[in-house]
């Protein structure tokens, strides 16, 4: 199966797929390369409304992709997809040993690797049918289709799942819409058109999820959605264009715009500029995640040197 090419904003910002990942056995023409990105960890002062990151490291430093780090709960390791050249499987590094370890290894692509609260299992959008799969830790070779019960063929960018309820919000690949569904039923429901491509959160400590949309005056908005109630709630327009962002367990929101790290929080409405990454030493820097323990930051970018 060949992957359709995407709009150029979608190509820019969800997942910068190679146009083609399936090549023809006749066709000699090798197909284009992943973008070169590094992945760097940093200690975390969640306290500081300043200077907040220190230590940083480039924890991948080689040629290729190195993206969507995602922590496992115990803030040990964390799990990322990286590419051979030609498609993507997970690993995880550990940050205590730093080392790396190959979780899949296919032929197909696997990207957004989300482990299970007890870190059992791991979902990941599989490029096997454009959809949302989990594998378990002690069988990474018979991954298993997580919305087979739900019956949803929709292909999927992105996802959040909530293990502990079985709901998982996706944003449709090519629909630019958000939906809500569920791995243990038939359930559907759709929640909102003019959804941007970037990944969808679990809210921490509730059982609510967070999507980016685009209202009708071009704003985009941070939005929260129950899945009890199925009500959206506005939380705050994102910092520039980009529209990666993630959440830190004390409820603030974390985002990067120009090569700086903004924080924003409920109790203030306010964002803040918490840590210049050029001085750092990175530059294009655009995804990042907290680990649960707030004392790390993972952020995807490049050396500026």
Request: aromatic share 10%; charged share 20%.
């Amino acid at each position: 199966m060949t992957i359709k090419p995407l709009t150029t904003l979608l190509a820019a910002l969800w997942l910068s797929i190679p146009t083609a990942l399936a090549q023809n056995a006749d066709d000699d023409t090798p197909p284009p390369a992943f973008p070169e990105t590094e992945i760097f960890l940093f200690d975390y002062a969640a306290d500081k409304s300043t200077d907040a990151l220190s230590n940083g490291v480039n924890v991948t430093s080689r040629k290729g992709y190195d993206n969507q780090p995602f922590f496992t709960k115990d803030s040990d390791t964390f799990l990322y997809a990286r590419d051979d050249g030609t498609q993507t499987d997970i690993w995880e590094y550990d940050l205590s040993a730093r080392t790396h370890r190959q979780i899949t290894s296919t032929d197909k692509s696997e990207f957004s690797p989300t482990p299970s609260p007890d870190n059992s299992k791991i979902s990941m959008v599989f490029e096997r049918n454009l959809s949302i799969w989990h594998l378990d830790r002690e069988d990474t070779n018979a991954p298993k289709w997580s919305l087979e019960t739900a019956n949803i063929e929709e292909p999927v960018g992105y996802f959040a799942r909530n293990y502990d309820t079985g709901d998982i919000i996706y944003w449709s690949r090519y629909g630019f819409n958000v939906a809500l569904t569920n791995s243990d039923k038939s359930e559907y429901h759709y929640i909102s058109g003019n959804a941007l491509p970037a990944t969808p959160h679990l809210i921490p400590g509730t059982d609510e999820f967070s999507f980016v949309h685009r209202q009708g005056n071009d704003q985009v908005w941070i939005k929260a959605f129950d899945p009890a109630t199925k009500a959206i709630r506005p939380l705050t327009p994102v910092v520039g264009s980009n529209h990666n962002y993630t959440w830190a367990p004390d409820g603030a929101i974390l985002q990067i715009e120009d090569n700086k790290v903004h924080r924003w929080h409920e109790t203030t409405g306010q964002w803040n500029v918490i840590a210049d990454l050029s001085d750092h030493g990175l530059k294009s820097a655009n995804r990042i995640a907290v680990s649960p323990d707030s004392s790390k930051i993972a952020i995807v970018g490049l050396p500026r040197d």
